[in-house]
């Protein structure tokens, strides 16, 4: 009472600023309200004991000592405008320093409100009227009451920082308050009041927002204010997984982080810049553009020169980081001195990695090359071990006498060509298949390898001796060889027959006679007519492969008897 009576004299009990010559400020109106008689521990509603003006918002903060409480309580009378949840006129108290604080409750009518405790040492009182209708306001009286905490004194956590930008974070938060949040089950709420230039607001952006339980709204949460910090100068409230970037009206803003339990594990870091709006009402063009010493965003605002390609969005469109040439963007001193180590400790990986490259290399060179010189020696083994197989070979068929053939048969029957290429082949005989071709090609390379001259032979066939023909020119099988003979000059490797081969008997010098009992007498008129057998043997594929290697017969009679 004294405060407003000291400004505005009592006339008819009502308090009157006439005599002024300019009418009284908010402060001046709200100082009874806003600023508590500390002597008697009163507050009053605006203009008290008047009614309360029009259009007035004051705020009231209320303190105790540490382990004291605070209680409230309305005396006299209590008149304020009623209305629908009290949407006009109110008194609005909150338990905490704040007013995000936790709301105890808000009033109006001509009901007192019950006595208000607080839960801690403070208080936050706000009264509000609107442009219509004058009460008769309240009368209350505080007192603190002294309580066990149970806990220590900490000092608030709070933090002060402004410039042309800057950052805030939560890793700001000392580790000791974390300890006592845990220790005492205390929420960690902190605040962090960026203040910039006169004239200037402020653009805010979030570069990392992860809350340990998002949509939790009651548990954690980042909040943005302008100038006060109510719920009425709220610019933003983040809860969820997401945080967008908020522009000031002003050159203050509070941030608020809270969390609960396990909510303290959450993360937020942002970037804040002070920028100026370029145009300016009443001011010419020439006026409305950015200083030397300012960047233009190309969105009608300025900030400071020395934002320009710093590696942060200082610009809402992100102008300021665009076009900036890797030089420029260089942040390190290449002669310090963990530079040096950096960069020696990668010079001597690369050059180790370089150096390995080059050693298997040469390495898987020297050994292909070894590989390739082997296979050549193996290559050439062969070729040798195979020019000597083939040159081991017989140059000059084996003779053998046998019996004259029997006049009856005809020599059609038995007696074939020899062809240029060592083929023999019976008259009138039709085997042009795809074999005979493959063993014409055979013979030809055997020739070759064996230098096998064979020119004006007759051959005569397996077939052809194994049958004769009688006087009705059937064929009939010839007799066979005498068990215990076997023809003379026959090789042990064609006959494995251990007979001997007897001595031939006494005979003229172009032919035998005389010697009935001799099975290989020729009985002919002839007396120069002999006969001769020659053995040709053919080598086999295997596997597709020609082996020139000279074979063994299976059978008792040669494979083709070539008669001279």
Not at 106 to 131: M, V
Not at 488 to 513: F, M, Q
Request: proline fraction near 8%; glycine fraction near 6%.
């Amino acid at each position: 009472m004294l405060l407003v009576s000291s400004i505005c004299p009592a006339v008819n009990g009502q308090y009157d600023d006439s005599y002024l010559d300019r009418p009284l400020t908010l402060e001046e109106r709200c100082r009874s309200f806003s600023e508590a008689n500390k002597d008697s521990q009163e507050f009053y509603s605006p203009m008290y004991p008047s009614k309360y003006p029009n259009n007035t918002d004051c705020t009231l903060n209320i303190e105790a000592e540490f382990g004291y409480i605070i209680r409230v309580d309305f005396r006299d009378h209590f008149e304020i405008e009623p209305s629908e949840n009290c949407e006009n006129d109110f008194l609005e108290i909150r338990d905490g320093q704040h007013g995000y604080s936790d709301l105890v409750g808000r009033y109006c009518g001509s009901d007192f409100p019950p006595i208000i405790t607080s839960q801690d040492r403070h208080l936050w009182l706000r009264f509000r009227s609107d442009e219509s209708l004058e009460y008769k306001g309240f009368r209350a009286v505080y007192e603190f009451i002294m309580q066990e905490m149970g806990r220590p004194e900490i000092p608030p956590c709070s933090f002060e920082t402004g410039g042309v930008a800057g950052v805030i974070s939560n890793a700001e938060i000392p580790q000791f308050r974390f300890n006592y949040s845990y220790t005492y089950r205390m929420p960690i709420d902190c605040t962090w009041t960026i203040r910039v230039q006169e004239g200037h607001m402020i653009y805010l952006f979030f570069e990392e927002f992860e809350l340990h339980q998002p949509n939790e709204c009651d548990v954690n949460f980042v909040d943005l204010f302008g100038e006060a910090r109510d719920l009425r100068s709220r610019l933003k409230h983040f809860c969820g997984s997401v945080a967008d970037s908020v522009v000031t009206t002003t050159n203050v803003m509070h941030v608020r982080f809270f969390a609960v339990g396990q909510a303290r594990h959450s993360k937020f870091k942002a970037w804040f810049t002070s920028f100026r709006e370029r145009i300016v009402e009443g001011e010419s063009d020439d006026q409305n553009v950015c200083r030397p010493d300012e960047y233009d965003c190309d969105d009608a605002t300025c900030i400071d020169a020395s934002l320009e390609c710093n590696d942060i969005k200082n610009c809402r469109h992100e102008y300021d980081e665009e076009g900036c040439s890797d030089l420029k963007k260089l942040k390190f001193d290449i002669t310090s001195q963990h530079i040096i180590i950096i960069l020696t400790m990668g010079c001597g990986l690369l050059g180790g990695m370089c150096f390995a490259m080059c050693f298997n290399c040469v390495r898987k060179l020297i050994s292909d090359g070894r590989q390739i010189q082997e296979n050549i020696r193996r290559s050439r083994e062969q070729l040798e071990g195979r020019s000597r197989s083939m040159t081991s070979i017989p140059s000059t068929p084996t003779t053998v006498v046998t019996q004259q053939r029997p006049p009856t048969m005809q020599d059609n029957d038995y007696m074939a060509t020899v062809k240029p290429n060592g083929r023999a082949c019976l008259p009138g005989s039709s085997e042009d298949s795809e074999e005979d071709e493959d063993l014409d090609d055979e013979m030809d390379e055997l020739e070759d390898e064996t230098s096998v001259e064979m020119r004006d032979c007759e051959c005569q066939t397996r077939d052809s001796l194994s049958t004769q023909r009688d006087s009705l020119g059937q064929r009939t099988p010839p007799p066979p060889p005498p068990p215990t003979r076997r023809p003379p000059g026959v090789s042990l490797a064609i006959s494995p027959d251990p007979v001997p081969t007897p001595p031939p008997p006494p005979a003229s010098h172009y032919g035998r006679t005389g010697v009935p009992q001799d099975p290989y007498a020729v009985e002919s008129d002839d007396p120069y007519r002999y006969r001769s057998h020659t053995v040709i043997n053919v080598s086999d594929k295997v596997s597709g492969k020609t082996s020139r290697a000279a074979t063994k017969s299976p059978k008792s009679t040669p494979d083709v008897l070539v008669t001279h």
